[in-house]
């Protein structure tokens, strides 16, 4: 039970940050829509180079699918479960910052939530072997 739990969260989030990611690069203004943000005209190419970042997450993660789906060595989906932690801690971190100071809307508190709790999932999983015991 605990490999398909674990297995079911890789993929949700490997389709959510490619996704994420790729409606970033394509169309910014419209993902932001959809978030309840707006940026202004100037900032949109940023938002699309973001949108590479946020899709490189996101074929980490369909990386880590497949290594489950292969019943590789944990210690490789571990890796890439602590890097794309450190790089969601990072990002909500950072997001929750700016909304706390007024330089973001509160709309990007989605965000923060969002990759705070993977960062957190992730974390507890490492710290108590979730990977090692349940990904076979």
Known sequence: MMRIALLVYQILIAISDSATGILLLLAPAWTLGLMGVSASQDTLVFLAWIGAFVFAIGLCCAYGVRLMLARSCPGRIETVWLLTALVRASVAIFVL??????????????????????AIVQGVGLKKGWLKHGAR
């Open 97 to 118: 910052q700016r909304v706390l100071n007024g330089t973001l809307d509160s709309g990007w508190l989605l965000v923060a939530c969002a990759d705070g709790s993977c």
